[in-house]
């Protein structure tokens, strides 16, 4: 794996600075997690999904900074092949899955200010456990899909990543033979399906803001605004950083970038979701309390 740097005293800045980031993410999305399983008032959809969002930063991040870690502490870049396939298999399970939650929480705020008669039924206890089930099923369907047609490819161009982390697109540079095409023509069709899930975001908000914005008291587009915009400021993290690490120009790669990109898409937002969530809202604060 790409090491975050050379010297020892620099690599035990990384192992400290990697492992205060992932306790603020244990602490933040663990008290989240207690908070809306324990507070009945917080039995509501808007809250089953952060819930369900919350669990999945803990994965995102267990995946990934755990072992950067270890290898900084122990001087060593090594990653064994199942270790490598395990963490393949875990991240393009709960990054999607993520993605795909986002997702289903615009639907219930497009429910919640377009359709408020109609929310209790549009979002039902029954229908949500089918949204989070769909959700948490297609990435693991889709971690089974990229996992398999990864590593049934021959790889035979060294065994260096240029990641901190086993990540797909580094992998494909080690392989030998054409085979990649067909592990190419997955990611395409994934990349479509996240493409939908945006465009279903982006008409959402449409809808939501508009019907805000005929709301005639002051108070209520306040509140409105407030319910949306947590939310949209993590799908914007969430976008705006996997968007420039996957589709940025071939004038900018760079090992170091490559780097920089990760950390900001793979361990910045579990660890700065939680916060987001509960800066502005009021209801979370009191259970915490």
């Given at each position: 794996l790409l090491a975050f740097a050379d010297t020892r005293q620099l690599q035990l800045l990384h192992f400290w600075l990697f492992l205060g980031t992932y306790l603020a993410a244990l602490l933040g999305n663990g008290l989240i997690i207690t908070a809306v399983a324990c507070d009945h008032r917080l039995h509501t959809p808007m809250y089953f999904f952060l819930l369900n969002l919350s669990l999945l930063d803990l994965g995102t991040?267990?995946?990934?900074?755990?072992?950067?870690?270890s290898?900084?502490?122990?001087?060593?870049?090594a990653i064994s092949y199942w270790e490598c396939a395990a963490q393949v298999f875990h991240f393009t399970f709960f990054l999607p899955t993520e993605y795909f939650v986002l997702t289903v929480m615009a639907y219930d705020r497009y429910a919640a200010i377009c359709k408020p008669l109609h929310y209790g039924t549009i979002?039902?206890?029954r229908a949500c456990v089918k949204m989070a089930a769909a959700a948490w099923s297609s990435?693991?369907?889709n971690a089974l899909l990229h996992t398999a047609n990864t590593f049934s490819i021959r790889l035979c161009q060294g065994?260096?990543?240029e990641q901190f982390f086993c990540e797909i697109p580094q992998i494909l540079k080690l392989s030998c033979s054409d085979t990649y095409l067909r592990e190419l023509g997955v990611l395409v069709v994934s990349a479509c399906l996240v493409f939908g899930c945006f465009v279903f975001i982006v008409l959402s908000y449409v809808q939501i803001f508009t019907a805000v914005l005929r709301i005639p008291s002051e108070q209520g587009?306040?509140?409105?605004?407030?319910?949306c915009l947590p939310h949209l400021?993590?799908?914007?993290?969430?976008?705006?950083t996997g968007s420039f690490a996957y589709l940025k120009p071939p004038s900018l790669s760079s090992p170091a970038l490559h780097l920089v990109m990760a950390v900001l898409?793979?361990?910045?937002?579990?660890?700065?979701n939680p916060v987001i969530y509960s800066m502005r809202n009021k209801e979370l604060k009191d259970a915490l309390k």
């Open positions: 991040i267990s995946t990934t900074v755990p072992k950067s870690m290898n900084s502490l122990s001087n060593t870049r979002m039902s206890s990435g693991f369907l065994n260096v990543l587009r306040h509140k409105a605004f407030s319910m400021a993590v799908v914007s993290l969430f976008v705006s898409y793979a361990v910045v937002p579990p660890a700065v």
